[in-house]
């Protein structure tokens, strides 16, 4: 008897649900940093184990922005719910909930769906452990469907108790067919994954300074006898943000690209050579044609 099937990973900006699919699949497939709105894509995440291949799609941390991209994000983070067999709504007990987490609770409790809920982050502390449980069950309470699998206390960064939660995972999916080859970690685009690789560089270089303003294309990859030629296009919003992003005397683009190419060349396996640049497009999180010219479809 072979289980197959498809779980969403939901929850706020920056909670964790990337470290956790990256933790669950044992390879690296979703980019992490500490900067809300990291995830732009729907990314999949496949584990497979004997007779069992569970897919497991990452979305956008749902929030309430009042811009297109803001607006895009959440609509696909929504989108996803649907033809999934299971949720892992995730939640960071270090954050107390506000207005966001309510709203992303009634939109999950109105989904017929099964949920697991994973309250992440025990290892730093459990400050709001009790408060996420409460607030669950009011909104659950009466609820004859029964919607809820199990609590998961872990540590997606430490791996604690991600055994456990696979486990619980295994046991609540159906019987299907495998989707996906049975090497594959992800379906995502390479020329997407190289592109967030840079951008993740990029967040992590740029910390809180201006990582909403940046975007990431990959304009042409060129598979050479001994080399990948690789060109990239890096966009921001002003020329002071170029400036930025290009560093003193280049250094700040240059650091980031030596540290793109060495993620990328484990991809490849081969020695990458990274030609980036920095172009200045004015409002291009308000354009919806570059938004999807950049993938955020």
Known sequence: MFKSGFVAILGRPNV???TLLNALIGDKVSIISPIPQTTRHQIKG???LKDVQVVFIDTPGMHYFNDELAQHLNTVAKSIIYGCDLILYVVDVTRNYGKEEERLMNIICNQDIKVIMVLNKVDKCEKFFNEYLSMWQKKIKGDKKKILLAYMPLSAKRGTNIDKLKEVLIGNIP??????DDKAVTDFPVKLRIAD????????????ELPHAVAVSVEEINNKKNVIYIKANIYVRRKSQKMIVVGKKGELLKHIGTLSRKEIE???????????WVTIMEDWQKRPRILKDLGYE
């Open 16 to 18: 964790g649900k990337s």
């Open 46 to 48: 496949i584990l497979n």
């Open 175 to 180: 019987e299907g067919p495998a989707y996906y």
């Open 197 to 208: 690789i840079i951008r993740e560089k990029l967040f992590l270089a740029l910390k809180e």
């Open 266 to 276: 484990t991809i490849y396996e081969k020695k990458v050579f990274l030609d980036i």
